[in-house]
T-cell receptor, first 116, second 111 residues
Framework: ETGVTQTPRHLVMGMTNKKSLKCEQH?????MYWYKQSAKKPLELMFV???????ENNSVPSRFSPECPNSSHLFLHLHTLQPEDSALYLC???????????????FGPGTRLTVL | GESVGLHLPTLSVQEGDNSIINCAYS??????FIWYKQESGKGPQFIID?????DKRQGQRVTVLLNKTVKHLSLQIAATQPGDSAVYFC??????????FGAGTRLFVKA
C-alpha cells in the first residue's frame, strides 16, 4: 500500500452522466495530483494542487473539474465525457513547500474509467 | 475503426541476469530524472531518482546513470527477479510540480 487510496476502482458511465472520482492520502502530504493514463499516450499530468490551491491545469477540458477541499482529499468531477476520455485516472501526492519544487510522488492504484 | 494502443518497447531477460532499460529525454533544462515501476493493476511506484549534477546513483539492486551530453538515462537492475516484471517509466522534472513521463518499457523476466 502506498498510502494513497482511490475510489471507485472501476467506473462505467454514459456520456450524459455526472460522476466523481475520489482520492485520499494518509501521508501528510500537501501536494496532490491527477494524471490520465490512456492506451494511446504516456502518463499525462492533468492538475496539481498545493496546500489546497490549484497550481497546474495542463489544458484539461472543462468537462473535468477538480476539487481539493483539504490537503488529504482530492476529487475529480466528471460530466458530459466522451468515449476518448476512457482511461486509467491516477492520483498522486507528494511532500511540498508553499514555494513548490520536485518531490517524490506516491501514486494510488487508479480508477479505470470507461465512457460508453 | 480499431483503436491502436501505445506500442511499448519490450525487454526480455533471464532470471538472475542484469537488466538495462534506456530512456532518452528531451528537455536540457530538466533537473531531476526519475524511474518508476508499474505492475499490472497498480499505480506507478517510485524506484530511484537522480539530480542533474550527478551522473550515477545507486539504490538497492538498481543503478541509474545519467548522460546529459546525449540526454540519456538508464536504469540497471542487478540479478533480475520475476517480481521485477513490470512496465518501467522514466520521467523528467525541471524542479517544480510538473513531471513529464516517457512511454515506458515492458520488462519480462523469464524463470
Amino acid at each position: 500500500e502506498t498510502g494513497v487510496t482511490q475510489t471507485p476502482r472501476h467506473l462505467v458511465m454514459g456520456m450524459t452522466n455526472k460522476k466523481s472520482l475520489k482520492c485520499e492520502q494518509h501521508l501528510g502530504h500537501n501536494a496532490m495530483y491527477w494524471y490520465k493514463q490512456s492506451a494511446k499516450k504516456p502518463l499525462e499530468l492533468m492538475f496539481v494542487y498545493n496546500f489546497k490551491e490549484q497550481t497546474e491545469n495542463n489544458s484539461v477540458p472543462s468537462r473535468f473539474s477538480p476539487e481539493c477541499p483539504n490537503s488529504s482529499h482530492l476529487f475529480l468531477h466528471l460530466h458530459t465525457l466522451q468515449p476518448e476520455d476512457s482511461a486509467l485516472y491516477l492520483c498522486a501526492s507528494s511532500q511540498s513547500s508553499r514555494g513548490g519544487g520536485y518531490n517524490e510522488q506516491f501514486f494510488g492504484p487508479g480508477t479505470r474509467l470507461t465512457v460508453l | 475503426g480499431e483503436s491502436v494502443g501505445l506500442h511499448l518497447p519490450t525487454l526480455s531477460v533471464q532470471e538472475g541476469d542484469n537488466s538495462i532499460i534506456n530512456c532518452a529525454y528531451s528537455n536540457s533544462a530538466s533537473d531531476y530524472f526519475i524511474w518508476y515501476k508499474q505492475e499490472s493493476g497498480k499505480g506507478p511506484q517510485f524506484i530511484i531518482d537522480i539530480r542533474s549534477n550527478m551522473d550515477k546513483r545507486q539504490g538497492q539492486r538498481v543503478t541509474v546513470l545519467l548522460n546529459k551530453t546525449v540526454k540519456h538515462l538508464s536504469l540497471q537492475i542487478a540479478a533480475t527477479q520475476p517480481g521485477d516484471s513490470a512496465v518501467y517509466f522514466c520521467a523528467e522534472n525541471t524542479g517544480g510540480f510538473k513531471t513529464i513521463f516517457g512511454a515506458g518499457t515492458r520488462l519480462f523476466v523469464k524463470a
